[in-house]
């Protein structure tokens, strides 16, 4: 168990400490030269059950409250010190507010000094603490009169406080690991090392680690739990960590930061939370009200927008959004304070729901449905009512990640809550049974619709379709939804087009009849060199837009794809061409020249220049300088069942998930290839 002192300047917390522990806390020369503590200071009682206690001493001089802070959190169980002479001081009230800002409901009071006064003064003293405790949660806290002088009740607070570490038992090690850094500093001999109180999870020697919010890497070297070497440190400890790696030295981790498992590193700088206001503000919080942020051991500046219409008073609560200077490592649930930017006073405290607040419509009446089940502590009826909200869609390694959960975690929720998860170029997205059904049916609802108003086109667009929608989803949720459909029969994708399954753009007879004049003409021997618009209407005696609306028409339905403008190949020959420029880059060291492949079409090098420029668009070719080189993850973008098992005329023209080599990763899905009228999908990077 972790306890905290907290109290007035001169109340005897040091001394306190020190006649419990043995251990003087005040470790800076100028500690001792003022007799005052100006820092963070730490100690450690075993226990008669072979548990260690630890003890954070806290500084109660008004400057140093941001210290107290940096010490406050995380703490289980709060000793709270006022001095039997003095009675409850300024100090005294503002760590109180601040305890109970940090939900620490645990905790005793310490009535020091008591030496000093006789037993009228001493009663008097324990009304005033006890007046100041109702209306916390530490009301029903026990008083215990000490003097660190005479030994006067140090044994029966002892034994209290062994008592409270029995009936604590400890925190949970589920979650991923977090440790608040108060401390970091060089030891002679083992380099780094950084201590403070596990937030989650656990460590073990060797684990590797990210420093957030900088993002350096590191390896546990050795560590210590409760002030003993070990090989694993858990929720609920302080520990010690020697940490070793590439820029890991004192300079580069300092208070406030987290050491963290590397799958939580996503520093925050925009947050919507909850907000307490204390009654002893003077003024409302307003839209952009300046404050400094306490969390964990960190400090910052940021600005205060309330969510609803009007502002919050004194004493009063409501949701903010929390726009910080800069970004801090958090998660979801996390309590926090907030100081005037004088540092003068506490204004107020609360409660982290979400990371990843938007910077617009953060006052809609679904985003506030989405924040009032985010507010939720536990992750489960916090993800059911998610699901259940107007949100429609969760994704699950966002909400993992943010809440610190591990994938058990997770899976055990999903297996209990039954929900749907579709896969997502990220991760996965979870979605309500019923929320998936209506979605599927609204999108086979839209498309069927489509088929019955355009029986001539083969498909609908996708952002069209997006659109149709009520609620209308987000792009990455939507196209995975989609995706996911596709994935299971009930749609079929080509390039930007969805269609049902069935559905297929049949010629009119007219057209029809006008095709079967110009197929030959344009495959056969002259395949490699294809008559224009212009050419095919003259030769046909076909009005020229009549030819181009078919010939467009029928790239539509995969049947055909326009190299360059008014210029048609038949997709066998593209896929034909595609296959060429491939066995010269084998036969080239793999790159070839356009003059290489002009001569292999025996074309002309205006052509040969489209047709390779067209290759480049869809990212088959791969241009440095005057020379090509071939794609291998995209060289059967064009190819026909028998080449590449992939259909040519008006089929899937590229399977659902293929990877799409523009990203540079080789893993991003590319929703159902491409029409010839549209390039690949856009990189991650490009978004």
Same mark, same amino acid.
Do not use: Y
């Given at each position: 168990m972790i306890i905290g002192?907290?109290?007035?300047?001169?109340?005897?917390?040091?001394?306190?400490?020190?006649?419990?522990?043995?251990?003087?806390?005040?470790?800076?020369?100028?500690?001792?030269?003022?007799?005052?503590?100006?820092?963070l200071g730490f100690a450690y009682l075993p226990a008669p059950d072979g548990s260690i206690l630890g003890f954070i001493d806290v500084p109660g001089h008004e400057r140093f409250v941001h210290n107290m802070l940096a010490g406050a959190t995380g703490i289980d169980f709060v000793l709270l010190v006022v001095a039997a002479d003095d009675g409850v001081m300024p100090q005294s009230e503002e760590h109180l507010a601040i305890v109970d800002l940090l939900g620490i409901?645990?905790?005793?009071?310490?009535?020091?000094?008591?030496?000093?006064?006789?037993?009228?003064?001493?009663?008097r003293a324990r009304t005033e603490v006890a007046d100041a405790l109702a209306g916390t949660a530490l009301a029903s806290a026990a008083i215990v009169p000490v003097s660190t002088v005479t030994g006067e009740g140090i044994e029966d607070l002892r034994a209290g406080l062994f008592a409270a570490a029995r009936a604590h038992g400890g925190r949970a090690a589920s979650g &991923?690991?977090?440790? $608040?850094?108060? *401390?970091?500093?060089?030891?002679?001999? +083992? /380099?780094?090392?950084?201590?403070?109180?596990?937030l989650s999870g656990s460590v073990r020697v060797g684990d590797r680690l990210i420093i957030s919010p900088s993002g350096l890497s590191?390896?546990? &070297?050795?560590?210590? $739990?409760?002030? *003993?070497?070990?090989?694993?440190?858990? +929720? /609920?400890?302080?520990?010690?960590?020697?940490?070793?790696?590439?820029?890991?030295g004192k300079d580069a981790i300092s208070r406030g930061d987290i050491v963290l498992d590397p799958a939580l590193h996503a520093p925050a700088e925009r947050i919507d939370a909850t907000l307490r206001v204390l009654g002893s503000q003077q003024k409302p919080i307003g839209p952009w009200t300046p404050v400094r942020l306490h969390h964990a051991a960190a400090e910052v500046g940021a600005r205060v927008v309330p969510l609803s219409e009007q502002m919050i008073p004194p004493g009063g609560e409501g949701t903010v959004q929390l726009v910080l200077d800069r970004a801090i490592a958090a998660a979801a649930g996390d309590r926090f304070v907030?100081?005037?930017?004088?540092?003068?006073?506490?204004?107020?405290?609360?409660?982290?729901?979400?990371?990843?607040?938007?910077?617009?419509?953060?006052?809609t009446p679904e985003r506030l449905a989405q924040l009032a089940a985010l507010a939720l502590a536990d992750p489960e009826q916090a993800l059911s009512a998610l699901l259940a909200g107007p949100a429609s869609s969760v994704d699950l390694a966002t909400f993992a990640r943010d809440r610190a959960l591990v994938d058990a975690d997770v899976e055990a929720m999903a297996e209990r809550l039954a929900f749907v998860r579709i896969p997502a170029p990220d991760g996965k997205l979870a979605l309500a049974e019923p929320t998936w059904q209506r979605l599927g049916s609204a999108v086979r609802r839209a498309v069927q619709n489509f088929h019955a108003d355009n029986p001539d086109r083969q498909g609908m667009a996708l952002e069209p379709l997006r659109k149709e929608l009520d609620p209308r989803l987000p792009p990455a949720v939507f196209t995975a939804l989609v995706q996911a459909l596709a994935r299971a029969g009930e749609l079929s994708l080509d390039g930007a087009l969805v269609r049902l399954p069935r559905h297929e753009v049949?010629?009119?007879?007219?057209?029809?009849?006008?095709?079967?004049?110009?197929?030959?003409?344009?495959?056969?021997?002259?395949?490699?060199?294809?008559?224009?618009?212009?050419?095919?209407?003259?030769?046909?005696?076909?009005?020229?837009?009549?030819?181009?609306?078919?010939?467009?028409?029928?790239?539509?339905?995969?049947?055909?794809?326009?190299?360059?403008?008014?210029?048609?190949?038949?997709?066998?020959?593209?896929a034909?061409?595609?296959?060429?420029?491939?066995?010269l880059a084998e036969k080239s060291n793999g790159q070839f020249a356009a003059a290489q492949f002009r001569d292999r079409l025996d074309n002309g090098r205006k052509v040969a220049i489209q047709i390779l420029e067209f290759f480049d668009r869809h990212g088959i070719t791969l241009r440095r300088g005057d020379l090509r080189r071939v794609n291998p993850q995209r060289r059967h973008l064009f190819a026909t069942p028998a080449a590449g098992g992939h259909a040519s005329s008006g089929r899937d023209a590229s399977p659902v998930g293929r990877p799409d080599f523009k990203s540079g990763r080789g893993r991003e899905p590319v929703l159902g290839g491409f029409d010839s009228h549209s390039l690949p999908p856009p990189s991650r990077g490009s978004r």
């Open positions: 002192t907290a109290g007035h300047i001169d109340h005897g917390k040091t001394a306190l400490v020190r006649a419990l522990t043995g251990v003087d806390t005040d470790r800076l020369k100028e500690e001792k030269a003022r007799g005052i503590s100006i820092d409901a645990r905790g005793m009071v310490a009535l020091t000094k008591v030496d000093l006064v006789g037993p009228e003064r001493r009663a &991923r690991f977090r440790l $608040a850094v108060d *401390r970091s500093f060089t030891l002679a001999g +083992a /380099g780094t090392i950084v201590t403070g109180t596990v590191a390896r546990v &070297r050795s560590l210590h $739990a409760q002030n *003993r070497p070990t090989e694993r440190g858990q +929720a /609920g400890e302080r520990c010690a960590l020697n940490l070793v790696g590439e820029d890991i907030l100081r005037d930017t004088s540092a003068q006073r506490t204004i107020g405290g609360g409660c982290f729901l979400d990371l990843r607040a938007p910077a617009r419509r953060r006052r049949q010629l009119k007879p007219e057209d029809d009849a006008i095709w079967r004049r110009i197929e030959p003409l344009i495959g056969g021997a002259e395949r490699f060199r294809p008559p224009r618009v212009a050419d095919l209407a003259e030769r046909l005696r076909v009005p020229e837009a009549a030819v181009r609306r078919l010939l467009k028409l029928l790239a539509r339905m995969g049947r055909l794809d326009e190299i360059a403008p008014d210029h048609f190949f038949l997709r066998a020959t593209v034909a061409m595609v296959d060429i420029a491939c066995d």
